[in-house]
């Protein structure tokens, strides 16, 4: 169950956009059965779609596509020509398709999914809100600090409203010649008014910079200005998605072009062994492992921990019999950003230190017989060594 849990998911918020009595009666069960199960977070997740399912009959997906994008414009093929800068010839944007993007949301803890669910809900009735005059968002801005899963975010999103991707990445936008950026932007938000798609300004802090930053010169102000009135002329036309690692470099006015605003957080505690176990399969590593690699880079963020999962399936063939810790030593010294300094310093230092502080963390409370397999000894061996650092401490 918990490894096809992210597809049973998909397959209920599929069934719900049109349920029956039988369909919200087959959920119910299974909610029940998780939470029996003690798997409270699979129960309420499903929980949060059965509850907008029975509040009224969602659209299905080809009456979405109609109300919500397919009747602005044209549709988007492999044999579309994408425009360019002039100068250099490079194309402003990449089109992703269905068949393209993520079929999983990345892995959030259960509120954060609850409010990225409510959204694309939001979008499925979109008729609905237009009938009682409730303005839809038309855009949103996402950040957050980098590798949180952003950018996989906007395109999951697109995946789940059946449309394509126009994704301009904004940096490549930016021109030495006087003009062309300008120029750029307005090309790429006219071909994505002209199409059926999502457009997703990724990087978008290159350059909806702060206008009153005394170091930027007048045509990065002309620029930031160009950006603010295409985002006004795709209002009503499609849907517009902001993706940015420095949302402090914001100009206030870009803030408020966007209808939704959401900060990706930090993978926490329960959320970083979710991605740990996702991204080591198929390697099953034990709970006591699992728990060890999550506090060892406790605070990074998910890229890191894919970096981490990486490290330790090339180390389970290269050195398959090593203990854990002097896995994670080595990882610790040949990734010095992504552990922090404390426990970068005492993997550093002698194992009495790393044992004695692994012992006192109440929040992993870690036992003793764990902590004796991940350092490679018995739990007697561990014992003797724990005695004789108190006798030390009470000397």
């Known amino acids: 169950m918990a490894d096809n849990f992210n597809i049973i998911r998909a397959l209920c918020r599929t069934a719900l956009t049109n349920p029956s009595d039988a369909l919200i009666h087959q959920v119910e069960?299974?909610?029940?059965?998780?939470?029996?199960?003690?798997?409270?977070?699979?129960?309420?997740?499903?929980?949060?779609?059965?509850?907008?399912?029975?509040?009224?009959?969602?659209?299905?997906?080809s009456r979405i596509e109609k109300s919500f994008l397919h009747n602005r414009g044209e549709s988007l093929t492999n044999n579309t020509v994408i425009p360019v800068d002039k100068e250099t010839a490079t194309p402003l944007a990449e089109v992703f398709f269905a068949e393209d993007l993520p079929t999983e949301m990345p892995v959030f803890d259960i509120k954060m999914e609850e409010v990225i669910i409510s959204i694309i809900n939001e979008w499925m009735k979109y008729d609905r809100l237009l009938e009682i005059d409730a303005s839809p968002a038309n855009s949103c801005l996402i950040y957050g600090v980098p590798g949180t899963g952003k950018t996989h975010l906007a395109k999951w999103i697109s995946k789940e409203i059946n449309i394509p991707i126009v994704l301009a990445k904004l940096d490549g936008l930016m021109s030495s010649f006087l003009g062309t950026t300008s120029r750029n932007i307005g090309n790429l938000f006219?071909?994505?008014?002209?199409?059926?798609?999502?457009?997703?300004l990724d990087e978008f802090d290159a350059i909806a910079k702060l206008r009153n930053d005394p170091h930027e010169v007048g045509e990065v102000k002309r620029v930031v200005n160009t950006l603010l009135q295409n985002l006004d002329s795709r209002r009503g036309i499609g849907?517009?998605?902001?993706?940015?690692?420095?949302?402090?470099?914001?100009?206030?006015?870009?803030?408020?072009?966007?209808?939704?605003?959401?900060?990706?957080?930090?993978?926490?505690?329960?959320?970083?062994?979710?991605?740990?176990?996702?991204?080591?399969?198929?390697?099953?590593?034990?709970?006591?492992?699992?728990?060890?690699?999550?506090?060892?880079?406790?605070?990074?963020?998910?890229?890191?921990?894919?970096?981490?999962?990486?490290?330790i399936k090339k180390s389970s063939i290269l050195s398959d019999k090593t203990p854990m810790v002097d896995t994670m030593r080595k990882f610790a010294l040949l990734n010095t950003g992504r552990v922090k300094d404390d426990k970068r310093n005492l993997f550093i230092g002698n194992d009495e230190n790393l044992i004695s502080t692994l012992i006192k963390d109440e929040n992993y409370a870690f036992k003793q017989k764990d902590i004796a397999s991940l350092f490679g000894m018995t739990q007697s061996s561990l014992s003797k060594l724990l005695s004789k650092q108190k006798e030390v401490e009470n000397i």
């Open 190 to 200: 006219k071909f994505a008014n002209r199409y059926n798609c999502v457009l997703l």
């Open 239 to 311: 849907f517009t998605i902001g993706v940015t690692n420095h949302e402090g470099l914001l100009d206030p006015a870009i803030w408020r072009r966007f209808d939704v605003q959401i900060e990706i957080p930090r993978p926490t505690q329960k959320v970083m062994m979710e991605l740990l176990k996702e991204f080591l399969k198929p390697i099953d590593l034990a709970d006591s492992e699992m728990k060890f690699l999550t506090w060892c880079i406790e605070g990074a963020s998910g890229a890191d921990a894919k970096v981490l999962a990486n490290w």
């Open 29 to 61: 069960r299974l909610i029940k059965n998780l939470e029996k199960e003690g798997k409270k977070k699979e129960a309420k997740s499903l929980s949060a779609l059965l509850a907008s399912g029975k509040k009224d009959v969602h659209m299905s997906p």
